[in-house]
């Protein structure tokens, strides 16, 4: 079972308080979502996840923790057979948004890899 090898990551998400925390498992995917208080929080949970799976090359997690004082973004774990086209469709925004928001992580938008992390920017601000 995921949850138990990502039980960790769950229980300091518990601990340092993630709000709306929901933690779903299925497809051979577990999906730990909610709202941290600060980016602080935020930050602990993801060093914990790169603990667990080092190269987020696992592609069985979708971490996917927003930020309460105003976080403008998502981040989101490429799965096996995601697209840019197909993941932007997913958070109502262009593969484009995505690619500039990832320069740092992407030469090429149609070479994205299982276990890669990006940061998926609100609809709002893709269009600006």
């Known amino acids: 079972m995921l949850v138990d090898k990502y039980q960790s990551l769950i229980d300091l998400a518990q601990t340092l ?5 929901t933690v779903n498992e299925g497809d051979d995917v577990l999906h730990i ?3 941290a208080a600060n980016a602080e929080t935020k930050q602990r949970l993801w060093d914990e996840y790169a603990t667990i799976d080092p190269d987020y ?3 069985d997690l979708v971490l996917n923790i927003n930020n309460a004082e105003g976080d403008s ?3 989101y774990t490429v799965q096996a057979g995601d697209t840019l086209s197909k993941i932007g469709s ?20 149609d070479l994205i890899h299982p276990g890669q992390e990006l940061t998926i920017p609100q609809a709002d601000s893709a269009s600006e």
Do not use: C, H, M
């Not at 308080?17 to 925390?21: E, I, P, R, T």
């Open 90 to 109: 997913n958070y109502g925004i262009s593969w484009q948004a995505i690619f500039e928001a990832n320069r740092d992580k992407i030469d090429n938008p």
């Open 33 to 35: 979502d909610g709202t």
């Open 17 to 21: 308080g993630v709000s709306d925390l």
């Open 73 to 75: 973004t998502t981040t």
């Open 57 to 59: 090359r696992s592609g």
